[in-house]
């Protein structure tokens, strides 16, 4: 099994695949983030936010706790990374989100607070019962929590403008367009403003889930607020996408059936917006996000009839590009401490 000595490491230079496309002069290739060691795109803002704020001296080990509202990526991200630098971490998340991510969670050690709010945790004020526990919980014991904030924190932007825009020029230099999901807009935001920096003609493509969706760590923009990190950098994006569930369930599917790539629904999501744009495309090289694979799944795949059980096992085992992920394993995980 995996220490944590190295992990950290391994966060970043996820690989780029070339997928196949219907159209010979359009050429589309999928960013696979589920490489990153706690196996999703979040672990870049996880690790940079953590590493800022050591930077900023305001955290403590052995003192401080590190508090975040999250629908579930980044508290795995952030659980993961907190203890292999041995911080504490307690996660506020909707009890909407799937078991195998709260499962995840605690085999990484944090503490669990669960609220009854819609998926993905509203900005408004005054809407989300995730946020409104956190900032209690900060107002009543300052001395001990840290809030990092994902949804203003300048270096969840910062990891996409550094890491994932400068490894995507890097594979390819006449990329034409960018196409991801949006939770926090970190990514999408990041990406384009090194993309764009390179190439002023790169085209930026947000996607949204249909409204009351399922599609975890997405986010619809009419049923909760702009997050303050996409409203300062809203202007990048050239279009929207939206996509309904059954679309990115069935790209899920098409997905696994057609390329042997296991998916989670994001992924989904973002390749079913990627089909509509390219079909209007005479040519264009278009780099897709895949922010995470399948496996933590099933009671979302199996609830909305994605895959039979023996289907989902069959690509959680045979796949390609799905390295043995550590989380997965049922031994206890332990810590380093430097
Ligand atoms: C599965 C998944 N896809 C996409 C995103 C969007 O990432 P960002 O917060 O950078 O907008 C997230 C964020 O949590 C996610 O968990």
Not at 205 to 213: D, E, F, N, S
Not at 265 to 278: L, R
Not at 304 to 313: A, G, H, L, M, S
């Amino acid at each position: 099994m995996q220490s944590f000595t190295d992990i950290l490491k391994r966060v970043g230079n996820t690989p780029q695949i070339s997928l196949s496309s219907p159209k010979d002069r359009v050429a589309l290739y999928a960013k696979l983030e589920w490489f990153n060691p706690f196996g999703s795109l979040k672990d870049r803002a996880a690790l940079w936010m953590i590493k800022d704020a050591e930077n900023r001296k305001i955290l403590k080990r052995d003192q401080t706790i590190l508090l975040e509202p999250t629908s579930g990526n980044t508290g795995i991200a952030l659980a993961g990374i907190a203890k292999a630098l041995g911080y504490k971490v307690e996660l506020i998340i909707p009890a909407k989100a799937s078991e195998e991510t709260k499962k995840l969670i605690r085999r990484l050690g944090a503490t669990l607070l669960e609220t009854d709010d819609d998926l993905c945790p509203r900005v408004g004020p005054g809407t989300d019962q995730c946020i409104a526990l956190a900032e209690a919980m900060i107002k009543a014991h300052p001395e001990k929590y840290v809030m990092l904030n994902q949804y203003a924190n300048e270096s969840n932007f910062y990891a996409h403008y550094e890491g994932t825009g400068p490894e995507i020029w890097s594979n390819l230099r006449d990329v034409t367009h960018f196409i991801a999901g949006v939770g926090t807009g970190g990514t999408l935001t990041g990406v384009a403003a090194y993309l764009k920096k390179k190439n002023p003609h790169v085209k930026v493509i947000g996607v949204q889930p249909q409204r009351a969706h399922h599609i975890q760590g997405l986010r619809n923009l009419e049923d909760s607020a702009v997050p303050e990190l996409l409203r300062r950098r809203i202007g990048l994006i050239d279009e929207w996408v939206k996509v309904s569930d059954s679309d990115a369930f069935n790209a899920v599917k098409t997905l696994a059936k057609t390329k042997a790539l296991f998916v989670g629904p994001s992924s989904g999501a973002v390749y079913a917006a990627a089909q509509e744009v390219a079909g209007k495309l005479s040519e264009g090289k278009l780099v897709l996000m895949f922010a995470d694979d399948g496996r933590k799944f099933w009671s979302l795949y199996d609830r909305f009839k994605v895959f039979t059980r023996e289907e989902f096992d069959y690509y959680s085992h045979y796949a390609k590009y799905l390295p043995p992920n550590p989380l997965f394993y049922e031994e206890p995980i332990t810590a380093y401490h430097p």
